[in-house]
Nanobody, 117 residues
Framework: VQLQASGGGLVQPGGSLRLSCQAS???????????MGWYRQAPGKQRELVAN???????NHADSVKGRFTISKDNRKRAAYLQMNSLKPEDTAVYYC?????????WGQGTQVTVSS
């Protein structure tokens, strides 16, 4: 299984970005049951969970991003997304997508998000 994250970039405070995570090498039924998550790691800090989405759609968002970020999942496309609005400088980090299936866990390569004026 491979995860390809994309969509990062440089954006001004208050701006928006949409991150995408495309999974390959995984069958539909396994992807459908997987928990997809977005994590981030800022310089000098530990990696932290931003949001995740479970099999049937319930989502969990970190308090720091609630109301601004929204995670979604498209099982047919084997993809997950993170819509980020009202971005703040403290959102600057490398963002990683993560897939947890019943027996395995996979990470994408990370995409840089920089929020700066």
């Amino acid at each position: 299984v491979q995860l390809q994250a994309s969509g990062g970039g440089l954006v001004q405070p208050g701006g928006s970005l949409r991150l995408s995570c495309q999974a390959s090498g995984i069958i539909f039924s396994t992807f459908r049951m997987a928990v997809m998550g977005w994590y981030r790691q800022a310089p000098g800090k530990q990696r932290e969970l931003v949001a995740n989405i479970t099999t049937d759609g319930p989502t969990n968002h970190a308090d720091s991003v609630k109301g601004r970020f929204t995670i979604s999942k498209d099982n047919r496309k084997r993809a997950a997304y993170l819509q980020m609005n009202s971005l703040k400088p403290e959102d600057t980090a490398v963002y990683y997508c993560n897939l947890k299936s019943p027996f395995s866990e996979y990470w994408g390569q990370g995409t840089q998000v920089t929020v700066s004026s």
